[in-house]
């Protein structure tokens, strides 16, 4: 019954839509521009809810959704202090020791793809979360949950390259657990980890220590990992000379840290890539990032792939950079510390901070043009990571 | 929705003549030419690719055409500039 | 990348600008609409209206694919996907699009089976790969993509498929363009015309607009400068009393078109008598629907269609944000009930819509950004070697 000689007279309402405007009954005609930020900021700043009664891909996919859903569910029921921080590891004191605590899981899909395969990214993804807050990472946990049929070659593959990454982090991998799902329950092999380092120095390392005049760094080309995953998917009939950038980044970061006393943050960039970073340190710290499009390094296979595929390269997942924010006047030392780290080849300055507008991520368009990097809303490229 | 990405014909598929592969900054894809079957495609001619498909063949002679416009109202802007901050009327 | 960076050099820009801005007349307003999403896309996403003068204002018009499917059409669309046995391929950009109960992530978590494709070609692998299940590709876009899908149903039809049909909601522009025309309280000076449906359709079909509405259209490529050459072309039209179509796109639009994808057009789908825009209402012959010839893979004849209309909630006020009467901030629900995630309306719904790329990428006023960005770039220059 498609739309046949006379408009169908039945209609329904979207109740959805009614019950969004309900909620915002109160809202008037804004006379001025400016005013539009405020207004969204407020709408944001709204307690998070969850609207959707099911999980969807998006909630995966390191952007607002998920963010929704931390807020929502998790720290909602969790809460305390540390968890509220929602860094990459959780900052611990045990006695005298300060310790740096991390969890991750691994759903990546296909498991073994160009530079590396599901092991990698468990170890080195553990590996960096820890030293991202600036830790020195010591111990690993791996938990598996293998599906029924998964075969024992590839099992056997995945954890020699666990224990060649483990050895190259210096980490070792202390307790671990094996569950095993029927048929048709589990994709092959899902892997999760926890981390434990020892935090040694002084400073703290969070996205809410940003200030005006600090500068904007990342370690290398970025988007490599994620549309590496893509092509091998094989559905797209894309071929590309293209590799995964899993790395363990510890001895890169320990390098900045030694050589530049004012490194304000450190994230490696996975789910969500560089613009979800940027967007929390812009909104933990209210300030505003200012990146500047010719600086951001991107390899241009990257870049062609993502024309083609209509995605941007700022959310494009990594898995062996890491971005950093520093103090203004040492953002030439931080530069000189990364790259003269062969992970940090490529290493860039691609934007300051500034104080105005708060919240909000801009880009100087290579046009010359300006415009916002939002946060991610969707999810461009599932299972990435 | 309305991407279109110029890419540059590498290879014509011999067993299937309806499909190329073509190159966008080192990045190979298949597509399909069958919307151009009134064109003469060679190895070499650049072409708008949209949804897997190819739209049109790119006129490298138009392209040099805009191009050579742009340069021109650069120049012309260049010189005004240059008479600008030449001419002094005070 | 070739015939792409070229066109995003901003020297060239700034030249362009200065001759645009020459040509403005004193006290005199511009209004110019660019009808295509694409190029929306394109102007926010280089911040493009940076290189304007402010009396020269663009308009954003109805060429969204995306933004013009109708709730009820994306629940008609769900209702099949719910079918035993089926499975639904769609563009990435209707994923998230909610219809009046969710959108196609939202039916996925609920045990449908909607798979994201690139291409309908795509959608035809499917089908080989599981000639168990029926497959159906939601088809959409304008003259553009529209001879895509048939060239897939040709396809189809020389492979024997008997799984695979398309659920069809390609629209054609040039109604859509007349329905801005005919709007009372229209103040546009031009258009910016499609580029790429034009090289299915040639400019031949926009002289109308010229002739008999006395309104200069340029039809424009996709980069940067074309739409701002485009915009100097027709700025230069309104000084010499001129009222032509022209070509800026000539590189890659053949001013007749291109007669075999006009031909394969013709060949499976037939015009309906007439279909729902959102935002726009009922238009009469604006949409495809595939023809009795090819009804074997006609979706809407193989499954059950509910056909319920849903409507937009009262407080939508997109009619006017399409035809240029309201600025996307001027909408009382923009940013608060409406927001890309919760698209209220159509402006909203995709990345190209006039509301959401102001959302996502320009909204700020420009003073205040283009102080920020300024100092950014003179600082970067000190810091690279």
């Known amino acids: 019954m498609s739309q046949g000689t006379a408009p169908p007279s039945e209609q329904t309402k979207a109740n959805w839509a009614e019950e969004a405007v309900a909620e915002h009954a109160g809202a008037v005609q804004l006379t001025r521009e400016e005013q539009v930020l405020e207004r969204i900021d407020r709408a944001r700043r709204r307690k998070a809810r969850i609207k959707e009664p099911r999980i969807t891909m998006s909630h995966g996919a390191g952007g607002k959704a998920s963010r929704t859903l931390t807020e929502a569910i ?35 899909s296909p498991l073994f793809f160009p530079g590396g395969n599901i092991g990698d990214l468990a170890v080195n993804g553990t590996v960096n979360d820890l030293a991202m807050s600036g830790a020195r990472p010591l111990y690993l946990s791996a938990g598996f949950i293998l599906e029924e049929g998964f075969p024992v070659d590839d099992l056997r593959t995945i954890v020699a390259s ?21 048929r048709g329950k589990g994709d092959g092999c899902y892997i999760n980890t926890a981390g434990v380092g020892v935090l040694e120095r002084a400073v703290p390392l969070r996205a809410a220590s940003a200030k005006p005049g600090d500068a904007v760094l990342v370690s290398g080309p970025i988007g490599e990992h994620g549309v590496t995953i893509m092509l091998c998917r094989g559905e797209l009939d894309i071929e ?7 790395a363990p980044l510890h001895e890169i970061a320990a390098a900045l840290l030694d050589a530049v006393p004012g490194v304000r943050m450190m994230r490696d960039a996975t789910r969500g890539g560089v613009a979800t970073i940027l967007n929390e340190v812009a909104v933990a710290s209210q300030v505003s990032v200012v990146i500047d499009e010719a ?4 390899n241009p296979m990257v870049n062609g792939a993502c024309e083609l595929l209509g995605i941007d390269p700022l959310y494009v997942a990594c898995e062996g950079r890491l971005v950093t924010v520093v103090d203004g006047d040492q953002a030439e030392a931080a530069l000189a510390a990364l790259a003269g780290h062969p992970l940090g080849a490529g290493a860039a300055i691609i934007g300051r901070v500034k104080d105005d ?11 010359g043009g300006t415009r916002i990097v939002d946060l991610l809303v969707g999810d461009p490229l599932p299972r990435i990571c | 929705m309305c991407l279109g990405i110029p890419g540059e014909i590498i290879e014509i598929l011999t067993d299937r003549p309806d499909l190329a592969k073509v190159d966008v900054c080192g990045v190979k894809r298949a597509i399909n030419i069958g919307l151009l079957e009134d064109e003469e495609l060679n190895a070499g001619d650049w072409v708008l690719i949209h949804v897997g498909f190819a739209m049109s063949k790119i006129d490298e002679r138009e392209a040099k055409a805009a191009l050579e416009f742009l340069e021109g109202i650069g120049q012309a802007y260049a010189e005004e500039l240059a008479a600008l901050s030449e001419s002094n009327i005070t | 990348m070739r015939f792409v960076d070229e066109f995003r050099d901003a020297e060239k820009a700034i030249a362009l600008s200065a001759q645009i801005t020459a040509l403005c007349e004193p006290g005199r307003h511009y209004k110019f609409m660019e009808v295509c999403g694409g190029h929306t896309h394109t102007i926010y996403k280089h911040g493009l209206e940076d290189y304007l003068p402010d009396t020269v204002q663009l308009v954003h018009g109805p060429g969204c694919p995306v933004c013009v499917i109708p709730m009820g059409r994306v629940d008609d669309a769900i209702a099949i996907a719910e079918e035993p046995g089926v499975i639904m391929t769609s563009f990435g950009d209707m994923m998230r699009v909610p219809g009046g109960r969710g959108s196609f992530f939202d039916s996925n978590a609920a045990g449908a089976d909607i798979r994201m494709v690139y291409s309908p070609l795509d959608a035809l692998k499917v089908a080989q790969a599981n000639p168990s299940k029926l497959v159906v590709f939601m088809a959409i876009g304008f003259e553009t993509t529209a001879p895509s899908t048939a060239m897939t149903m040709l396809r189809a ?42 090289t299915v359709i040639g400019c031949r079909p926009y002289e109308f607009i010229a002739r008999e509405h006395n309104k200069p259209l340029v039809c424009a490529g996709f980069e940067p400068l074309d739409i701002l050459q485009s915009v100097y072309m027709l700025m230069l039209q309104l000084k010499e009393g001129r009222s032509e179509v022209e070509n800026q796109y000539s590189r890659v639009v053949p001013w007749d078109g291109n ?77 608060t009930a409406c927001t890309p995630e919760t698209p209220i309306g159509t402006c909203m719904v995709s990345s190209e819509g006039a509301c959401a790329a102001y959302y996502n990428f320009g909204r700020f006023t420009r003073e205040r950004v283009k102080e920020a960005t300024r100092t950014v770039d003179i600082e970067l220059t000190a810091a690279r070697p």
């Open chain 1, 74 to 108: 998790f720290l909602d029921a969790l809460s305390n202090t540390v968890l509220e921080e929602l860094e990459d590891a959780a900052s611990l004191t045990v006695g005298t020791a300060k310790l740096a605590f991390t969890t991750d899981s691994f759903v990546v």
């Open chain 1, 162 to 182: 666990m224990a060649a990454a483990a050895e190259r982090a210096g980490v070792t991998v202390v307790t671990g657990d094996t569950k095993v799902v029927q």
């Open chain 1, 240 to 246: 590309a000379d293209l590799e995964s950038d899993t």
């Open chain 1, 295 to 298: 600086a951001i390094p991107v």
């Open chain 1, 357 to 367: 507008p708060p919240g909000l991520v801009l880009l100087k368009t290579s046009f």
């Open chain 3, 157 to 198: 039809e020389a492979l024997g498929l008997t799984n695979f049909s398309i659920f069809c909601n390609h629209v054609t522009i040039i109604p859509a363009i007349k329905a801005i025309l005919d709007s009372p309280d229209l103040r546009l000076d031009g258009f910016i015309g499609p580029g790429h449906v034009s």
């Open chain 3, 259 to 335: 007669l075999k994808a006009l031909k394969v057009i013709n060949q499976t789908m037939t015009l309906r008598p007439y279909f729902e825009w959102r935002g726009l209402g009922f238009i009469s012959h604006s949409a495809l629907a595939v023809n009795d010839r090819y009804a074997a893979f006609d979706a809407e004849r193989i499954f059950n269609v509910p056909g319920v209309r849903v409507a937009d909630p009262k407080a939508c006020q997109c009619g006017e944000v399409l035809k240029g009467v309201l600025k996307p901030w001027e909408c009382k629900v923009f940013g």
